[in-house]
């Protein structure tokens, strides 16, 4: 399957937006939304409470298809606002500072702000949270830790009840003499006992998949939690807490290892998500050991791995079953849980060296409403990110199968698709719909890879790679990361700690690899560099450039990064004066870039990575493993290999041979005969006749080429010898031009 291109192509995906969710209305707000909570009156009407950049806005939700505009409390400006409710009240902090803001909200359709409490117990607050049965208030994110407040006495006038301090609380959820905290910077999803304040004894504490527990959040019955890890490719994930003292991992989900999730809430069977560029997310978890997605609906125009963009907040708690959303830049959304319409079974198209085409394609197609039926099958695709193109399926007689195909295509091409369906009532679903690592769409390449140049850093020396700085430190190493860094701020996405392993292997190319003393950070007012040797790419198509990333680099213009081909800029750091635009790596990241622009058809290409840095807040900078450049070509034809050497020698001389444009990193062999009538080992044609005999073997050095040397028997006298070079590389064989040695 051709997944390295994929990471790249996908990032532009245009899959339906809704699968198995129904918007019922948008308002778009002005400037950027933030979190978002609920309230209902007590005479059964709903309301949203939707946190702005400078203030709070509250509407009226009881018709969801058209909500509207009861008050807005301004508020300190910021980003950072977070809600909740108890009696006939809403509790606002954020990280603009001024502490608790207390709105009356006994007339909903006209909310005022009572007063702001607080203000000598905390500066800045990241969220808060309400234990409604015991009527407290948890404010976590301050500045003094994570304050308890008593609002059942007097929800006007909060008293001060406790103070926990022993690690960094980011968000939390409390009931039932529990509180469940998602400790962000330590990567722990902890269990204390809300019941024994003033003291916070730990019941139990667990290691969350991506290491940076973003929020918590447990089941009415105390016997399931779910928690978020807010990084690209972070998962959610679902634990058995029926004995607290032994918090067991069930399961764990993601959309694909590129995008965030954000904050998770349950209600009943079912998970309900906020995941940034994604939107919103519903899963199922009936069987907690096998989470299964029940829909979604896409609110941002943002592609995945477009980072901290799109949906912040999620409220599932209305009594009707409407769904909130805060969107960051497209506001908020009220939407209705169908769940799947259509059960769809499609095997996904393969690589192929057909250019002929057609690409068959078949799907099973299951209406699941009771008396529904399916209408509609299609499959809509694009050629290199082109505009899609839609073809029809038929259905097979009566049954669930439905067949067509896509057209044939001139090599080398990249064919995104998905298949879309729709059941008699205009309800609709696709596949793929997100469940696994990387599957927003389908893609397969019609021609060939094939690998001009890979590096994994583990030779004895830099095989050709430089560099230096034009100003400051140049901190650039060739080693094993340690892991070091680390540096907890006190803002979203801004955590980060440098790799402590390889992605393969032991060794990789970055900045301050934390070996010794060192600390893991790159210096200050610094500008430096890591160049690749020149790669020969003469004879490469379409080129990519792969790697394997590990980075965490401050925002631009603070910090610069930025990857040149030939001086050329094909890549740069995102830019933003917040701290969620900073560029905080917490796995190995596969990252594609399509530098054909600049290397195809060029015999000395050299590939460089830039690291400019300010005077503060310096982070981990560059790890850099498995580089290669790769070349996306027609089907393989042969003699793709150039093989050169004499074509005459004497009995006991030596005669030395070279070969160029092998699959970098691959094997290689070179085959000898007495008849060139040609023969087809693998499935794969050469030029010589059996019988063979192998002269020599060895791995394809970096640049595809190689070397090998032979002396000549006496018995090989008169003969004339037919040679051959024969590599694998990326699942298939190459072969050379053939070469008549006459041995005189």
């Given amino acids: 399957m051709f997944t390295p291109l994929a990471l790249l192509l996908l990032a532009l995906p245009a899959a339906p937006q809704a699968d198995g969710v129904t918007l019922l209305s948008k308002v778009q707000i002005s400037g950027q939304c933030n979190d978002i909570w609920g309230y209902t009156a007590p005479d059964g009407r709903e309301y949203a409470i939707v946190g702005t950049a400078g203030g709070t806005k509250f509407f009226n939700c009881t018709d969801p298809t058209a909500p509207y505009l009861t008050g807005t409390i301004p508020g300190p400006g910021s980003i950072w606002r977070d809600m909740k409710t108890y009696d006939q009240y809403a509790y606002i902090v954020t990280e603009g500072g001024g502490g608790m803001q207390i709105i009356d909200l006994n007339d909903p359709e006209n909310p005022f702000l009572l007063k702001t409490w607080g203000t000598t117990r905390w500066d800045n607050a990241h969220n808060i949270a309400c234990d409604e049965a015991e009527g407290k208030l948890w404010v976590c994110g301050t500045n003094n830790g994570t304050l308890v407040m008593d609002v059942a006495t007097d929800p006007e006038n909060p008293t001060w009840v406790a103070t926990y301090n022993n690690n960094y609380v980011h968000d939390l959820h409390v009931q039932d003499g529990l509180a469940h905290l998602g400790e962000i910077y330590g990567g722990d999803y902890r269990i204390v006992r809300s019941d024994r304040l003033p003291q916070f004894p730990t019941k139990d504490k667990i290691q969350t998949p ?180 839609v073809e029809g399926l038929q259905q097979q007689g009566t049954s669930d199968t439905w067949s067509g195909s896509l057209p044939g295509q001139v090599a080398p091409t990249i064919v995104d698709y998905y298949i879309y369906a729709k059941d008699d009532s205009g309800r609709a679903q696709w596949s793929p719909g997100g469940s696994n690592a990387g599957d927003l769409v389908y893609s397969f390449l019609v021609g060939r890879e094939r690998l001009v140049y890979f ?172 580089f290669s450049l790769v070349s996306l070509e027609s089907a393989n034809t042969g003699n793709d290999i150039l093989l050169t050497g004499p074509s005459s020698g004497s009995i006991g001389s030596t005669v030395a041979y070279h070969f160029s444009g092998a699959p970098a990193g691959g094997n290689w062999w070179a085959a000898g005969s007495l008849s060139n009538g ?20 060895g791995q394809v050095n970096s640049f595809g080429n190689g070397d090998f040397q032979a002396v000549l028997p006496p018995k090989a006298s008169g003969l004339t010898i037919y040679l051959e070079i024969a590599a694998s590389g990326l699942g298939e064989l190459f072969d050379s031009n053939m070469l008549g040695l006459v041995v005189q």
């Fill in 210 to 389: 991506g290491d940076f527990t973003h929020n918590a959040w447990a089941n009415e019955s105390n016997t399931l939690c779910m928690t978020t890890d807010e990084v690209g490719g972070g998962r959610v994930a679902l634990y058995d807490i029926s004995n607290p003292s032994n918090i067991q991992f069930k399961d764990s989900w993601t959309i694909d290892n590129r995008t965030i999730p954000h904050n998770v809430f349950i209600k009943g069977d079912r998970a309900y998500i906020s995941w940034y560029t994604e939107g919103f997310v519903c899963l199922d978890i009936s069987d907690p050991s096998n989470i299964k997605k029940v829909g979604s609906y896409d609110t941002s125009p943002y592609g995945p791995g477009s980072g901290y963009h799109g949906a912040w907040g999620c409220y599932p708690f209305a009594p009707s079953g409407t769904i909130y959303i805060s969107d960051m830049e497209e506001g908020f959304h009220c939407l209705r849980v169908d769940g799947p319409s259509i059960e769809l079974d499609h095997t996904p198209l393969l690589d192929t060296q057909d250019e002929a085409g057609p690409y068959p394609v078949t799907v099973t197609a299951t209406a699941l409403r009771a008396g529904a039926s399916v209408a509609s099958v299609e499959a809509w695709y694009r050629i290199d990110s082109g505009s899609w193109q």
């Fill in 455 to 626: 590096n994994d850093f583990e030779g004895q020396g830099d095989e050709g790679w430089t560099h230096g700085m034009s100003a400051g430190t140049d901190d650039w190493e060739r080693d094993a990361p340690q892991g070091k860094g680390g540096e907890a701020f006190r803002h979203e996405g801004t955590v980060w700690q440098d790799p402590d392993v390889a992605y393969s292997g032991s060794k990789v190319w970055g900045n301050n690899l934390g070996l010794g003393n060192e600390t893991g950070i790159y210096g200050r007012n610094s500008s430096t560099w890591l160049s690749s040797p020149s790669i020969d790419c003469s004879q490469s198509t379409r080129t990519i450039l792969q790697f394997r990333r590990w980075a965490s680099i401050e925002a631009a213009p603070y910090d610069r990064a930025r990857i040149r081909v030939n001086g050329n800029v094909v890549w740069e750091n995102p830019q933003g004066w917040i701290e969620v635009f900073h560029l905080v790596d917490n796995t190995w990241f596969p990252q594609s870039i399509d530098v054909s622009q600049y290397a195809d058809g060029n015999a000395s290409v050299v590939v460089t990575f830039e690291l400019e840095t300010d005077d503060a807040m310096e982070l981990g900078g560059w790890a850099i493993d498995d």
């Fill in 678 to 697: 040609g023969t087809s080992v693998g499935g794969h044609d050469f030029d010589l006749g059996r019988p063979y005999f192998v002269i020599d073997t």
